[in-house]
């Protein structure tokens, strides 16, 4: 696996032939036994939910955006089409905490 957590790419998500930014979440395993990442989406819609993390305007995004935990999902890796950049830790571990609650963990 090319992408690790943490990382931002772009990824085609196949929804009207959009390119959108995505948070991978997936563990970086070498071993996995599919050929699948695990993604959240970011948006620039926020509705103060508790499912959303702000991480504000971040150097290689166009806007203040926030990552969407109820959006997780999955894709093949070919459909990464470009790494944009990693976030901060402390960032990461709000997304962390935040899966756990939508997933309830």
Do not use: C
């Not at 696996?1 to 930014?21: F, Q, T, Y």
């Not at 830790?89 to 709000?94: E, H, M, S, T, V």
Request: proline residues 10%; aromatic residues 4%; hydrophobic residues 45%.
């Amino acid at each position: 696996m090319k992408a690790k957590p943490g990382e931002i790419w772009l990824a085609d998500l196949g929804l009207a032939a959009k390119v959108r930014p995505v948070l991978i979440v997936s563990r970086h395993d070498s071993d996995a036994p599919r050929a699948l990442t695990l993604y959240v989406p970011l948006t620039t819609q926020h509705h103060g939910s508790p499912y959303e993390v702000p991480v504000g305007h971040l150097p290689f995004l166009d806007a203040a955006s926030v990552v969407n935990v109820q959006g997780i999902g999955s894709l093949i890796e070919p459909r990464l089409e470009r790494k944009l950049g990693q976030l901060p830790p402390d960032l990461l571990a709000k997304v962390k905490d935040a899966l756990r609650f939508a997933l309830e963990l």
